[in-house]
């Protein structure tokens, strides 16, 4: 059974530091894409940062860039987003995401992600 299940979200104050975790199981880690995205109510879910399976490239939505890190721990089966000095409008639902083809996409049930003071 495949599952994806995020932890680490919560309240964080901007300027502030958070990570968040996606730990991967039923499904061969390695050999899949890996991306973090976020969605807030009325609005599209958005792409904020994606991984190649080796860890050899990263994209990252203009909005994050220099301050949210995507990395991968593929002995861990794990994904990881380092969210730093984050601001009011990255509150979100975050979601992780495995893709492997347009085929096997699987997403993770989401964490919340509140910035404020």
């Known amino acids: 059974q495949v599952q994806l299940v995020e932890s680490g979200g919560g309240l964080v104050q901007p300027g502030g530091s958070l990570r968040l975790s996606c730990v991967a199981s039923?499904?061969?880690?390695?050999?899949?894409?890996m991306s973090w995205h976020r969605q807030v109510p009325g609005k599209e879910r958005e792409l904020v940062a994606a991984i190649t399976s080796t860890g050899g490239s990263t994209v990252y939505a203009d909005s994050v860039k220099g301050r949210f890190t995507i990395s991968r721990d593929n002995a861990k089966n794990t994904v990881y987003l380092q969210m730093n000095s984050p601001k009011p409008e990255d509150t979100a639902v975050y979601y992780c995401?495995?893709?492997?083809?347009?085929?096997?996409?699987?997403w993770g049930q989401g964490t919340q992600v509140t910035v404020s003071s």
């Open positions: 995401k495995a893709a492997r083809t347009l085929r096997y996409v699987y």
């Open positions: 039923g499904f061969t880690f390695s050999s899949y894409a």
